[in-house]
Structures are given as C-alpha cells and as structure tokens.
C-alpha cells in the first residue's frame, strides 16, 4: 500500500489549482495575505460539491431515517444507508460494519464502553469471550492522540485489567523489539494509530496485527490521520476494528464512523442505549437490533453522513493513490526545507517509514506558539501545542510543537511559503 | 494584522523578560503558591507569593515553560508587584485582566501596571490573552489559598 506512492502520478500543478476552485475558502485573505492553509491535519477544508449534497438533502429529502413510513422517510432512509455503503466501500468494508457516531473519539469510546459492559456481564454468552478482568491487557503506544489512549486508561480501571504501552525511540519511532514484548498472551487488544498526527510516518502496522493475530488479540486501528490521505484497505490488513474521522477527509464536523468485524460487533452489547436500536422492549427490559443499528441509538446525523459521502465520492473522483503521492511529495518537501532550516527540529524525521504531508517541529530557543504567531500573521495557518498527543512530546523532550499538514489542495508554493515563514520567524526572534 | 501589530506584540522589553525572566527560581520555605496550566497549549507555571512578616510581598518566584508572552508576563508581574501590600496586588491584577480581555479597547494603565503595559497589544490576540494572564492567574490563586 506504501508503495502507490512512487509508481503512481501525482497530481499535477494545474490539476491542483482545478481542485482549489472546489475550495472557496481558500481563495479567502486573512491579514491581507492570501491564506495559506496548513492545518487539514486537524480539520479539512469542504469543497462545494460536500455542502452542495448537505444542503440538497436538506432542501429535498430531509426526514427521520428508520422510523416513519412516509415516502420522504423511506427515501432519507435509503439516502442514509446509501452514504453508509459509500463509506464502507471507501475503507474496504462491508456495509453493515459500519457504525456512524459523532467522531472518532466516541467511535474509540463505543469499542471501550462496550468491552466494559461485557465485562459487566451485559451481552449474554456471545459476549463472553469480550470479557475483560483482572490479568488482562491492553496494549495502545506511546505516540497517540489522546483519544486512542485516555478511553483505554479508563477501561482498564473499570475492569481491573492491565494497561501495556508500547514505547518510542529517540527518533518517535515504535521500538517493535518492545511491541513484541509486550504483545502476549494476556493481550486482549491493541490500539495503535495507522499515521501519527504529530510525526505523520505511516506505522508498521502490519506488524503489530501480525503480532497480536499471533496471540489472538484484537486490534484497533486509529484511522483518523491515514483514511484522508492513503488508498485504505481494512479488509486486507485484517484489522478488527478501525475509527474514521469524517471532518479530516472532507466531510463535516459531527460524524465519524467505527468499522468492526461484523462477528465481534454482533457480540458486543450496546454502548448508548435509547431509541432506533432496540427490537422489543418492555418496562423491565429491552432486545438490541443487529449491529450496524444496535450501536446507533437516537436520532441520527442524516444530513452529515451524507455529506460525508459526497465527500469521498470527491476523494475517489481525484483517487486516493494520486493524493497520496502528491502527498508524499509534499510531505518530503516540507520535512526537507524545515530540517535545512538552522536551530530546526523536525519531529520523527530520521524514521525510514513512508509519511503522509504532515511534519511537526521544534525550534530551539522559540516557542511553537511565538512561531505560529508569526506565520498566522503572514497568512499561514499551522497548528501549535501538544496536538492532543502530550506523551509523545514528553518522550521527545518538549511540551509543544508547531505542526504543517497539507492535503489534496495543497500547492508546493504553500509548503514553500511556510518554509521562508518559520525562517522569518527566527530572524524575527533572533535579531532583536 | 501588520508587521507593526508584531512589533507590537513582542516589544523589545517582552522579548527581553523573556529571555532572561525576573523572579525565575522557586524558593524554600514554600509560600503560597499555585500551579497553573494551559491545556490548550501545555503552558504551565509554578509561581510562588511570598510575604513579609508586615503582610506585603516581598517576592514573587516562580517556574515555568510556556511562548514569549506568558514568559514575560510572569517576570513583568513579579518585577511589578515586589514589596506591595496584598491588597494593591490584587487591583492590579484586576486591571491587567480588565485590559487584557478588552480585545484592544482599555489601554493598561501605566500607573497601576509600570512595564508590564508593555503586554497591552496582547488583548487583540484573543488567541494569546491566557499566555498573558497564566502567571497573574496563578497569583491571584495563590493569594486566595494563602
């Protein structure tokens, strides 16, 4: 999967500034510079044909899905299934492995939620072999976002089992002679993320699911950083579950999505229970739906998840392998200019792994706030702080960075505006 | 924003507190201290209030990591607030949070605040007024455990 990168075409030049027209935002000023966005890592910008499909929907079809006979709420119905099916085919899955939830944390949160009330006892014997105790473990790594990590700390104190992190080298990369280690039989399941939001190095995560495959654990995937950025395939790399971010890859904010083996997401009882997923229910009791439904209570995000699938429709029309490769390329160019750049520190560069358009970066002597404030000033909106991964930084001895993250509509001329910009930023700083 | 909106944001005398901050060092006995976070951003500070048997100030020490502006805020308000009683300490806390929070509109008073309106063009940079007001906060805090 790397390897589209380097035998696929980039997007050219021209292609680019097509795809920048779909971009109103971005023809925007901010301090009288034209904006130069370099923080899709933390959210996307949406192009027309993504608000053009919410608003349709809105104007045409708008009703409660899976609830109502009318003709307007069947079809909304069809419209919402039908996003799901674009999602699932997006990522390599099937239909019915997909749950839609609020974002990714709360995708991560369901699979804890539901392995804690296993352990509670709630699913029945199907739900027996979720079960988490006392001498269990859960193994996750030192480089995630914090919503990859806090859920499983918490999971662990409701059920008495063991938290296990994989650890960093110097460089951030994972020591998997530790994950080797570490991944036994007391495993129970392994979150690690696919593209670290701070390094932007795609992990050997082939290897941590052979690892834990080994032992018979599970394995969940944090896709947030990599499913906007890189052809997925969760089939493929037999993952059991894998939580999707839908404001990263164009989409909107509100609506995120959590794949899971459909034989697990069958045995696992319900997170957030209320209407829409329940088949009998009486004063005392209630029986679940079959998943996708059964982890889907309350009213829905229908206008979002369809979006959403107009979304990737717009990913899949450019096509993700071509994204990817520019992506590289601009990722490489980034990591090349900023490490040239003297008193520069760029996070995780001396990793040999493939990396997505996303370098973060310390500069010695000058806080990342003080350098985002200089390039904010210019134009160049970049992240900067901890980017919900504090062990990370700790392990790499700061406390913040600044962050650059491209995408699809990202010209070279912006990654070398940021460049020149945190060159300016120390010249600033260093010649007063 | 121009580059003279910059210059004014890091003045010369920011840039310099915050190279080589004043009352930086935690000191024993402990006094009243707090420990501020920013979890936006992970700033932090430890900062310190210790009195004179007369009940003024007589230091203000305190640790820290955090961008230019909370660095030299912290060394502006342990210059300014040196040998105070309390309760002038906590006026002028009042006033640099007045005018910190007034998105450019009140000038810090230069009465009240000395050098430290040298932070005014920091009210507006919404963004950046809890890197200015992290070490006053944590005074104030102090002051209020005792």
Not at chain 1, 22 to 45: C, K, M, W
Not at chain 1, 79 to 99: N, Q, S
Not at chain 1, 247 to 267: Q, V
Not at chain 1, 291 to 299: D, H
């Amino acid at each position: 999967m790397h390897n589209t990168a380097s035998i696929v075409d980039t997007l050219t030049e021209a292609e680019v500034l097509r795809l920048r027209e779909d971009f109103p935002i971005l023809q925007t000023e901010v301090n009288g510079h034209p904006l130069v966005y370099l923080d899709s890592g933390a959210t996307a910008q949406r192009p027309l044909a993504v608000l053009d499909a919410e608003r349709d929907y809105l104007l045409n079809l708008n009703a409660a899905v899976h609830r109502g006979a009318h003709t307007l709420a069947a079809e909304a119905t069809d419209a919402f299934e039908d996003a799901r099916e674009t999602l699932a085919r997006f990522v390599g899955a099937d239909a019915d492995e997909i749950v839609w939830t609020s974002n990714a944390t709360e995708a991560v949160n369901l699979v804890a939620y539901s392995l804690s009330n296993a352990s509670a006892g709630r699913g029945g014997a199907e739900a027996d072999r979720l079960r988490l105790a006392e001498g269990d473990e859960i193994v996750t790594t030192e480089m995630e976002h914090h919503a990859n990590l806090i859920p499983w700390q918490e999971l662990a104190a409701r059920t008495g089992a063991t938290l296990r992190v994989i650890p960093l080298d110097d460089e951030g990369a994972l020591r998997m002679e530790e994950a080797a280690r570490l991944i036994g039989p007391r495993t129970r399941i392994v979150a690690v993320t696919h593209v670290s939001n701070v390094l932007g190095v795609v992990n050997p995560i082939e290897d941590v699911i052979a690892l834990a495959r080994e032992v018979g654990a599970m394995v969940l995937l944090d896709a947030c950083q990599s499913a906007p950025h890189l052809p997925l395939d969760l089939h493929a790399l037999d993952v059991d579950f894998a939580v999707l971010s839908g404001h990263k890859m164009l989409g909107p904010t509100g609506i995120g999505a959590l794949y899971g083996r459909r034989e697990l997401l069958e045995a696992m009882p319900p997170f957030l229970t209320g209407g829409s997923m329940i088949t009998t229910v009486t004063t005392t009791e209630a029986a679940y739906l079959p998943p996708p439904q059964r982890f889907e209570a309350g009213t829905q995000r229908v206008s979002q998840a369809i979006a959403l699938a107009a979304a990737v429709r717009y990913l899949e029309r450019v096509g993700m392998p071509r994204i990817a490769a520019h992506e590289a390329e601009l990722g490489s160019r980034l990591v090349d200019g900023l490490a040239a750049i003297d008193g520069v520190r760029v996070l995780g560069s001396g990793i040999a792994r493939p990396r997505v358009g996303l370098a973060s970066f310390d500069v010695a002597g000058i806080h990342a706030h003080d350098v985002g404030q200089i390039l904010d000033d210019e134009g160049i909106a970049v992240r900067v702080g901890h980017h919900c991964a504090q062990p990370l930084h700790r392990r790499l001895g700061i406390t913040a960075s600044t962050r650059a993250s491209t995408y699809l509509y990202t010209t070279r001329d912006e990654v070398d505006a940021v460049i020149a910009g945190v060159a300016r930023a120390i010249d600033f700083f260093r010649r007063r | 924003m121009s580059s003279s909106d910059l210059n004014g944001l890091y003045q010369e005398l920011i840039l310099d507190h915050s190279r080589a901050p004043y009352g930086y060092g935690l000191r024993e006995p402990i006094a009243a201290q707090s420990h501020q976070l920013n979890p936006t951003c992970g700033d932090e500070i430890t900062l310190q209030m210790h009195r004179a048997p007369d009940g003024t100030i007589e230091a203000v020490a305190w640790e820290g990591h955090g961008c230019a502006i909370s660095q030299a805020s912290a060394s502006l308000f342990a210059e300014l607030v040196e040998g105070m009683p309390e309760d002038e300490v906590i006026r002028r806390i009042d006033a640099f949070r007045e005018a910190m929070r007034s998105r450019g509109r009140i000038e810090p008073d230069p009465e009240l605040l000395g050098d430290a309106t040298a932070l005014g063009g920091v009210s507006k940079y919404v963004a950046r007024v809890k890197c200015a007001m992290l070490a006053w906060v944590a005074a104030e805090d102090a002051l209020r455990k005792g």
